[in-house]
Nanobody
Framework: VQLVESGGGSVQAGGSLRLSCVSS????????MAWFRQVPGKEREGVAA????????YYADDVKGRFTISHDQARATLYLQMNSLEPDDTAMYYC????????????????????WGQGTQVTVS
């Protein structure tokens, strides 16, 4: 199973981007899917996650109200709508998929996700 991200790019502060992540399996795990981001020299951090079966969403505090995670089951695609982008949002963004259940308080722990995309760069100036 491959996860392929797209939609990154360069935007000015205040702008918007929508990231997409397509699963080659054409199906999603019943569990969590998430977006993480990483800046060189810093730890990877969870940005947002969605529990596929229940559609419950989770967000990092610094993106709440600006980012929205969603998925289209028919298209096997995960999205991240990013509005009001700030320079601090500049990072490589990765899509991640869990194949096992875990408690929701761990949604932002990268070790909980077994499958990862190759990343898409977002640059905000």
């Amino acid at each position: 199973v491959q996860l392929v991200e797209s939609g990154g790019g360069s935007v000015q502060a205040g702008g918007s981007l929508r990231l997409s992540c397509v699963s080659s399996a054409y199906t999603f795990s019943r569990h969590f899917m998430a977006w993480f981001r990483q800046v060189p020299g810093k730890e990877r951090e969870g940005v947002a996650a969605i529990y596929i079966s229940g559609r419950t969403t989770y967000y990092a505090d610094d993106v709440k109200g600006r980012f929205t995670i969603s998925h289209d089951q028919a298209r096997a695609t995960l999205y991240l709508q990013m509005n009001s982008l700030e320079p601090d949002d500049t990072a490589m963004y990765y899509c991640a998929q869990s194949t096992r259940a875990f408690s929701s308080e761990h949604w932002n722990e990268g070790s909980r996700y077994e499958r990862w995309g190759q990343g898409t760069q977002v640059t905000v100036s």
